[in-house]
C-alpha cells in the first residue's frame, strides 16, 4: 500500500482522473439500478405493501388482474387471510377548480378484510368509509389534489371526496385510488353479478372452483404488462455496462503498469521482492475502485436528493452494497492482468 | 576482506552457431574498504559482468561467491535477499522513484527489509553525505548532484558489504568526475565497502584502489600507474 498511496498522492491529476472515470462508470451503473428498481417499485408497490404471498384470478384472464372477473356464484368462503380486490383502470379529476386529468388504478376493497384493516398505510387522513369516500396514491399531491377535495371517476356526474392519502399506493407505475367493491362494479360497468378483480391472501390458497386459478405473487408480477422486459432491459444494461468498465478499467491498470515497468526493474535489481510490487499494484486497484466506487454512491445520494420525486427512483441499501462490491471486486480482478506482467519483470531491464 | 570473488565465469548468449561469448574465463575479487575500478569500451562485456557480480543473472560457468556461499546457484527469492541485503546498487539513473520524497525512498527499503534499520544511521548517513536538508524533496527537485548522493545513501543505507556503481560518470563534466571518484573512494575507506565500479571512463583511474580491465570477454588487472 506504501508505494500506491504515494503514488496517487504524488500524481493527483493522473489518478484523479482514472478515479473520476470510476466514479461515472459507478455512478451511470447506480443511477440504471435506481430507476430499475424505482420503475419496478411503481409496478409493485402496493402488492408488496399487503404482504401479499398467492392471488386467485379467472382461470382465462392470462394472469392479469385488469381482465380477471370473478363471478359471484365462484365466490368461496373467504377467511381471514383473505382480500378481495377489484380493479380497473380510470381517470380522477378535481370536480371544481383547475387540476390535470390522472390516470389511475381504482382498486375497490372490502372495509372487512385483510388489506383494508391492516395493510393501507396512510400517509394522512383516515381510511374510505361509505361509497363516497375515496384515499389517493400520497403522489397524487403533487398533481394538486389535497385532503377535502371532490373528484370524479371517468367523467361521471357522481362526486367522491378524498378522505386520505396512501403511501406505496402504485400499481402498473400509476397512483392507486382506494374506494370500495361498489364503485369498482360502477366504474367496470359490471353490475353486481361480478364480486371482484382477485382474491389476495398473505397465504398460500387452496381453489376448487374450476373458473378460478391460484397464482404465487412471483408469477402474477412477472405477469404485469411490461415489467419483466423492462426489468431485464435494465438487468442487461447493468451488465453490459459492468463488463465495459472491467475491461476499460483493465486497460488502465495494464497502462499505468507498463509505464512503471522500468521502475519496477529497478526496484527488483535493488532486491525488492515481486510480490512486494505485486501487492503494491493490487493495493493500488482496491484504493482506486474504492475511492470511485465512494465518489459514485454520493454522486448517487446528491442526485436523488435534487431529482423531482416524479422520477421513480429507489435506492436499495443492500442491492447497492453487492453493486459496490463487485464493481471492485471486478476492478481488482482487472488489475490481474498488470500482475502478471510483474511477476515477469527481468531486474536486468534496469541497466539497459 | 574479500566481499565478492568470480571464479572462472563464463557467460554464452545463444546458441549454435549464433552462440557469443561475452564473457571468458574471468575471475575477480574484490576487497572491503578498496575501490575497484572495471574498465573497458562500449561492448566488452562491464555490464554482463557488473549483472553476474550482483546475482542479476546467472553465469553460464564459474563461480560468484559472498561469504563463501556461491550464488549463482541461488533461486530468485534469495538471489532477491542477497540484492536486498548486502549489495547496493548505484545505477546510471541513479534508480531513485520519481513519486518518493528522499525520506520516502529509505522509508520503502524499510519496509521490505527484514533487518531492523537504523533511523539513526540514515541520519548519520544522509549528514555525511550532505543531504539531510533535501529529505522532503523529490528526485526532480534535485541536481544531477544530488540525486546521485540520495542514490549513494539509498545504496549504503542497507549496510551492504559490496557496491556495484555502473557507469556513474556518464555525461559528466571533469569537475564532477573528481567529486564523484572522491565519493566512491569515500564510501569505500569510510564504511569499509567493497566498492566496485564499472566505467569506460578513465578519468577514474586516479581513484582506483585496483584498476581491471576487460575487452573482448577477457578480463585482466592493470597496474595502478599505467
Known amino acids: ?352 | 576482506m574479500t566481499a565478492i570473488e568470480l571464479k572462472n565465469i563464463n557467460k554464452d548468449y545463444g546458441t549454435g552457431i549464433s552462440k557469443v561469448q561475452v564473457l571468458s574465463d574471468v575471475s575477480f575479487k574484490a576487497h572491503s574498504g578498496e575501490l575497484s575500478l572495471v574498465l573497458g569500451p562500449s561492448g566488452s562485456g562491464k555490464s554482463t559482468f557488473l549483472t553476474i557480480a550482483g546475482g542479476l543473472q546467472r553465469p553460464t560457468s564459474g563461480q560468484v561467491l559472498i561469504d563463501g556461499q556461491d550464488i549463482s546457484r541461488f533461486s530468485e527469492k534469495q538471489r532477491d535477499e542477497i540484492r536486498l541485503n548486502q549489495i547496493g546498487f548505484v545505477l546510471q539513473s541513479y534508480n531513485l522513484l520519481s513519486y518518493l520524497s528522499v525520506a520516502d525512498q529509505f522509508a520503502l527499503v524499510d519496509r521490505v527489509h527484514k533487518g531492523n534499520l537504523s533511523p539513526d544511521r540514515l541520519e548519520k548517513l544522509l549528514q555525511e553525505l550532505g543531504i539531510d536538508q533535501l529529505v522532503n524533496k523529490f528526485p526532480d527537485e534535485l541536481s544531477g548532484g544530488q540525486n546521485q548522493r540520495v542514490a549513494i545513501a539509498r545504496a549504503l543505507y542497507t549496510d551492504p558489504a559490496i557496491i556495484l556503481a555502473d557507469e556513474p560518470t556518464a555525461a559528466l563534466d571533469s569537475e564532477r568526475v573528481k567529486v564523484v571518484g572522491r565519493l566512491m573512494k569515500e564510501m569505500a575507506k569510510q564504511y569499509d565497502k567493497a566498492v566496485v565500479v564499472v566505467t569506460h571512463d578513465l578519468r577514474l583511474k586516479d581513484f582506483a584502489d585496483r584498476i581491471y580491465q576487460i575487452m573482448d570477454g577477457k578480463m585482466t588487472e592493470q597496474p595502478l600507474n599505467a
Do not use: C
Open chain 1, 1 to 352: 500500500m506504501f508505494l500506491a498511496v504515494k503514488e496517487i498522492r504524488h500524481e493527483k491529476l493522473r489518478y484523479g482522473l482514472i478515479i473520476s472515470m470510476i466514479v461515472l462508470i459507478g455512478y451511470l451503473m447506480f443511477m440504471l439500478m435506481g430507476m430499475m428498481l424505482g420503475l419496478a417499485n411503481e409496478n409493485t408497490a402496493a402488492i408488496d405493501s399487503w404482504d401479499a404471498k398467492s392471488v386467485v384470478l379467472n382461470k382465462n384472464s392470462n394472469i392479469s388482474l385488469s381482465q380477471s372477473l370473478i363471478a359471484k356464484q365462484d365466490l368461496p368462503n373467504l377467511n381471514g387471510h383473505q382480500a378481495l380486490v377489484g380493479q380497473t383502470p380510470a381517470v380522477i379529476e378535481r370536480a371544481k377548480g383547475a387540476t390535470d386529468k390522472q390516470t389511475i388504478q381504482f382498486v375497490g376493497l372490502d372495509s372487512s378484510q385483510f388489506i383494508y384493516q391492516k395493510k393501507m398505510k396512510l400517509s394522512s387522513g383516515h381510511k374510505p368509509h361509505g361509497k363516497n369516500q375515496v384515499v389517493l396514491d400520497e403522489g397524487l399531491k403533487s398533481k394538486g389534489y389535497r385532503l377535502g377535495d371532490q373528484i370524479t371517476l371517468n367523467g361521471s356526474t357522481q362526486k367522491y371526496r378524498v378522505v386520505g392519502f396512501a403511501k406505496d399506493a402504485k400499481l402498473n407505475i400509476a397512483s392507486i385510488v382506494y374506494g370500495n367493491l361498489t364503485t369498482w362494479q360502477t366504474l367496470k360497468g359490471t353490475g353486481d353479478q361480478f364480486a371482484a378483480s382477485g382474491i389476495f391472501s398473505d397465504q398460500k390458497q387452496t381453489v376448487k372452483n374450476k373458473n378460478l386459478k391460484q397464482y404465487s405473487i412471483g408469477t402474477f408480477i412477472e405477469k404485469l404488462p411490461g415489467y419483466a422486459a423492462q426489468n431485464m432491459t435494465f438487468e442487461f444494461m447493468i451488465a453490459f455496462l459492468m463488463v465495459i468498465s472491467l475491461i476499460v478499467i483493465t486497460v488502465f491498470l495494464y497502462i499505468l503498469t507498463m509505464q512503471k515497468i522500468p521502475n519496477y526493474a529497478v526496484l527488483r535489481a535493488q532486491g525488492i521482492p515481486a510480490a512486494y510490487l505485486i501487492g503494491a499494484t493490487i493495493g493500488q486497484a482496491v484504493i482506486l475502485m474504492v475511492s470511485g466506487t465512494l465518489g459514485a454512491l454520493l454522486l448517487m445520494i446528491v442526485s436523488k436528493a435534487a431529482m423531482p420525486s416524479s422520477v421513480p427512483m429507489l435506492i436499495n441499501w443492500p442491492l447497492t452494497g453487492i453493486l459496490s462490491l463487485a464493481l471492485v471486486v471486478l476492478g481488482v480482478a482487472g488489475s490481474l492482468l498488470p500482475v502478471r506482467m510483474i511477476s515477469r519483470i527481468d531486474p536486468l531491464d534496469a541497466m539497459r
